[in-house]
């Protein structure tokens, strides 16, 4: 498992982010995001762990605010679905924590 981290980008395996630009790239393929689907990516693979408690989550992608588990389940679901062919996956595991997880 290797997080990169190298002047602006970030990435793990195939998933490549350039922080700079706000751009997110599957292999060679850009994939647009939602600004908090961004933050909340940028946050889950820049911070080079993978397990993050929820309340880590929210305070790194949204802030010092209340948001409900749906909400980061809503989330986390159109980012799944956007980043198809990533060769891993993003969960909320049965602890309530945020999950990278091999395929």
Known sequence: MTFIIQNDW??????????????VYVGD????L?????????????GGKRIYKLEELVMGAWGPVVVTNKTINTHLSHIRAKIEGVDFK??????????INDL
């Open 90 to 99: 993003l969960k909320i595991n049965r602890n309530g924590q945020v999950c």
């Open 10 to 23: 970030v990435g793990f395996r195939n998933l490549r982010i350039n922080h700079k630009e706000e751009k």
């Open 34 to 46: 939602t600004k908090t689907e961004y933050k909340v990516l940028y946050f889950l693979i820049s």
């Open 29 to 32: 393929n850009e994939v647009a």
